[in-house]
T-cell receptor, first 111, second 113 residues
């Protein structure tokens, strides 16, 4: 079964800290998504990437295709960044055409 | 512009009943996806439409689940003979194409009593 593994599952940090969330997957992909979900809220797409690095504001996403690994970084973290961050991949080479999701990383930023 | 919308936002039903969940994708998006998210879990893929046709329904758990998209826009997810295990948030997403960013709706929270 193609799986998406995220770490850590839970992360509590102080405001201002640099945050890293990791995602690994098992087989070749067409694209990888980083998503944000606030409690009781909908899912917001942060990044979609298939190679290299993307940056938006304080968020940075990187992917290493050879190592089948991606990271999401948050610089100068703020309490409003508290949310569940989900990694999801679109596998290449057949199979389901929808995204396969990790279980999410529950991030809490304390003031 | 308008995002993906889903109705109802909440649905409470009794075991054995039939329910329909509606998704209005972003105008012009040809790809539409249904996912299901159980409490504390990441979403799971159910079905993917490209235009009017179900390109991949491999995620539907059993034949009680069915989805349609007759005109290539609005989609309806139908669940027959609901069971308590069907309780979850049902998410819809759309994208311009299969390899474009997916935009998610707010979800429908289904509770089967």
């Amino acid at each position: 079964k193609n799986e998406v593994e995220q770490s850590p599952q839970n992360l509590t940090a102080q405001e201002g800290e640099f945050i890293t969330i990791n995602c690994s997957y098992s087989v070749g992909i067409s694209a990888l998504h980083w998503l944000q979900q606030h409690p009781g809220g909908g899912i917001v797409s942060l990044f979609m990437l298939s190679s290299g690095k993307k940056k938006h504001g304080r968020l940075i996403a990187t992917i290493n295709i050879q190592e089948k690994h991606s990271s999401l970084h948050i610089t100068a973290s703020h309490p409003r960044d508290s949310a569940v961050y989900i990694c999801a991949v679109l596998y290449s080479g057949g199979g389901a055409d929808g995204l396969t999701f990790g279980k999410g990383t529950h991030l809490i930023i304390q003031p | 512009g308008a995002g993906v919308s889903q109705t109802p936002s909440n649905k409470v039903t009794e075991k054995g009943k039939y329910v329909e969940l509606r998704c209005d994708p972003i105008s012009g998006h040809t790809a539409l996806y249904w996912y299901r998210q159980s409490l504390g879990q990441g979403p799971e893929f159910l079905i993917y439409f490209q235009g009017t046709g179900a390109a991949d329904d491999s995620g539907l758990p059993n034949d009680r689940f069915f989805a349609v998209r007759p005109e290539g826009s609005v989609s309806t997810l139908k669940i027959q003979r609901t069971e308590r295990g069907d309780s979850a948030v049902y998410l819809c997403a759309s994208s311009a194409g299969a390899f474009d960013s997916q935009y998610f709706g707010p979800g429908t929270r289904l509770t089967v009593l």
